[in-house]
Nanobody, 121 residues
Framework: QVQLVESGGGLVQPGGSLRLSCAVS????????MGWYRQAPGKQRELVAV???????NYADSVKGRFTISRDNAKNTLYLQMKSLKPEDTAVYYC???????????????WGKGTLVTVSS
Protein backbone atom coordinates (compact mmCIF):
# COMPACT_ATOMS: atom_id res chain seq x y z
CA GLN A 1 0.00 0.00 0.00
CA VAL A 2 1.19 3.50 -0.86
CA GLN A 3 0.06 6.76 0.70
CA LEU A 4 0.49 10.33 -0.57
CA VAL A 5 0.02 13.19 1.86
CA GLU A 6 -0.02 16.80 0.63
CA SER A 7 0.68 19.78 2.86
CA GLY A 8 1.42 23.47 2.61
CA GLY A 9 -1.87 24.81 1.32
CA GLY A 10 -3.63 27.80 2.82
CA LEU A 11 -4.80 31.34 2.29
CA VAL A 12 -2.44 33.77 0.60
CA GLN A 13 -2.80 37.24 -0.85
CA PRO A 14 -2.39 37.87 -4.58
CA GLY A 15 1.30 38.14 -5.41
CA GLY A 16 2.23 35.91 -2.51
CA SER A 17 4.01 32.57 -2.38
CA LEU A 18 3.36 29.08 -1.06
CA ARG A 19 5.28 25.83 -1.11
CA LEU A 20 3.37 22.57 -1.36
CA SER A 21 4.82 19.24 -0.33
CA CYS A 22 3.72 15.68 -1.08
CA ALA A 23 5.22 12.88 1.00
CA VAL A 24 5.05 9.37 -0.44
CA SER A 25 5.22 6.40 1.92
CA UNK A 26 4.50 2.69 1.98
CA UNK A 27 5.75 -0.23 -0.06
CA UNK A 28 7.99 1.42 -2.65
CA UNK A 29 10.57 -0.12 -4.92
CA UNK A 30 10.87 2.90 -7.19
CA UNK A 31 9.01 6.07 -8.12
CA UNK A 32 8.67 7.11 -11.73
CA UNK A 33 6.98 10.36 -12.76
CA MET A 34 5.41 12.65 -10.18
CA GLY A 35 3.00 15.48 -10.77
CA TRP A 36 0.75 18.19 -9.43
CA TYR A 37 -2.82 18.70 -10.60
CA ARG A 38 -5.44 21.16 -9.46
CA GLN A 39 -9.19 21.45 -9.52
CA ALA A 40 -10.94 24.77 -9.13
CA PRO A 41 -14.61 24.98 -8.08
CA GLY A 42 -16.86 24.01 -10.98
CA LYS A 43 -13.94 23.06 -13.22
CA GLN A 44 -12.24 19.88 -14.30
CA ARG A 45 -8.98 18.73 -12.77
CA GLU A 46 -6.03 20.02 -14.78
CA LEU A 47 -2.35 19.33 -14.97
CA VAL A 48 -0.10 21.90 -13.27
CA ALA A 49 3.36 20.36 -13.56
CA VAL A 50 5.11 17.03 -13.88
CA UNK A 51 8.64 15.81 -13.20
CA UNK A 52 10.21 12.58 -14.37
CA UNK A 53 12.51 10.35 -12.36
CA UNK A 54 15.37 11.93 -14.26
CA UNK A 55 14.32 15.44 -13.35
CA UNK A 56 12.77 16.61 -16.61
CA UNK A 57 9.86 18.97 -16.04
CA ASN A 58 6.81 20.19 -17.87
CA TYR A 59 4.39 22.95 -16.89
CA ALA A 60 0.96 24.19 -17.83
CA ASP A 61 1.22 27.45 -19.75
CA SER A 62 -0.75 29.23 -17.04
CA VAL A 63 1.94 28.61 -14.41
CA LYS A 64 5.16 28.77 -16.43
CA GLY A 65 7.65 31.17 -14.89
CA ARG A 66 5.73 31.29 -11.60
CA PHE A 67 5.69 27.68 -10.33
CA THR A 68 8.61 25.30 -9.88
CA ILE A 69 8.22 21.56 -9.41
CA SER A 70 10.99 19.56 -7.75
CA ARG A 71 11.51 16.25 -5.98
CA ASP A 72 13.75 14.82 -3.30
CA ASN A 73 14.23 11.18 -4.23
CA ALA A 74 15.94 10.36 -0.94
CA LYS A 75 12.87 11.53 0.96
CA ASN A 76 10.28 10.35 -1.59
CA THR A 77 8.86 13.86 -1.51
CA LEU A 78 7.49 16.10 -4.23
CA TYR A 79 7.38 19.90 -4.01
CA LEU A 80 5.66 22.75 -5.78
CA GLN A 81 7.02 26.25 -5.19
CA MET A 82 4.38 28.77 -6.19
CA LYS A 83 5.16 32.47 -6.61
CA SER A 84 3.24 35.50 -7.88
CA LEU A 85 0.02 33.75 -7.04
CA LYS A 86 -3.19 34.93 -8.67
CA PRO A 87 -6.83 34.51 -7.63
CA GLU A 88 -7.26 32.12 -10.56
CA ASP A 89 -4.73 29.79 -8.93
CA THR A 90 -7.31 29.07 -6.22
CA ALA A 91 -7.99 25.34 -6.28
CA VAL A 92 -7.48 22.06 -4.51
CA TYR A 93 -4.03 20.83 -5.45
CA TYR A 94 -3.43 17.10 -5.80
CA CYS A 95 -0.20 15.22 -6.20
CA UNK A 96 0.13 11.95 -8.00
CA UNK A 97 2.93 9.55 -8.62
CA UNK A 98 3.65 6.36 -10.52
CA UNK A 99 5.04 3.83 -8.03
CA UNK A 100 6.49 0.38 -8.51
CA UNK A 101 5.80 -1.40 -5.21
CA UNK A 102 7.98 -4.37 -6.12
CA UNK A 103 10.68 -4.96 -8.77
CA UNK A 104 8.51 -7.30 -10.81
CA UNK A 105 5.44 -5.05 -10.72
CA UNK A 106 4.50 -2.42 -13.23
CA UNK A 107 3.97 1.16 -12.15
CA UNK A 108 0.72 2.01 -10.35
CA UNK A 109 -0.62 5.57 -10.18
CA UNK A 110 -1.58 6.88 -6.78
CA TRP A 111 -3.25 10.18 -5.81
CA GLY A 112 -3.21 12.25 -2.68
CA LYS A 113 -6.35 13.68 -1.11
CA GLY A 114 -5.47 17.26 -1.96
CA THR A 115 -4.63 20.51 -0.23
CA LEU A 116 -6.60 23.72 -0.68
CA VAL A 117 -4.90 26.85 -1.94
CA THR A 118 -6.91 30.05 -1.74
CA VAL A 119 -5.55 33.25 -3.26
CA SER A 120 -7.57 36.22 -2.08
CA SER A 121 -7.17 39.66 -0.55
Amino acid sequence: QVQLVESGGGLVQPGGSLRLSCAVSGTIFSIDAMGWYRQAPGKQRELVAVITSGGSTNYADSVKGRFTISRDNAKNTLYLQMKSLKPEDTAVYYCNTDVRPLPTWGAIRYWGKGTLVTVSS
